[in-house]
């Protein structure tokens, strides 16, 4: 048999919540609001890592197509970077992660770099060439991303 979880994620949530909120917690389906809980916390770091790999992508076109730069990859680079500061800031467990995220992020930024540029995937470092200093180096309004 189906649980409302199965067919109505909605109203479960729902139920879950004020079941919870009054202190009913017997009643609670406790295994799958576990479930819900952990899938929260592995969308953060999906998130984090989507925020490199956009981050690593502009920075990899930047380095290796100097006479494409153009306002928008500055603005995007600056962009993400603050996108990156905020996600840290209000999951700063997140940091322990980071180091196995810049991995992750970066093969994946590597792929799309090659393709948006139509340069071969061997153009670019096979490790990533950015410290973690680097990749959240703040930018002031109007400078442009330094070479890395």
Known sequence: MQSTYDLDFYAW???????LRSGRIDQADIEHIAEEIESMGKSELRELENRLARLFTHLLKWQFQPNRRSRSWTLTIKEQRRRLHRHLAQNPSLKAKLEQAVLDAY???IL???RETG???ETFPPVCPF???QILN???PGDEPKAM
């Open 13 to 19: 949530a729902n139920t879950q919540a004020a079941l």
């Open 107 to 109: 093969g994946d930024a």
């Open 112 to 114: 799309e770099a090659a």
């Open 119 to 121: 340069l071969a995937e």
């Open 131 to 133: 410290t973690i200093e």
């Open 138 to 140: 703040d930018e002031g």
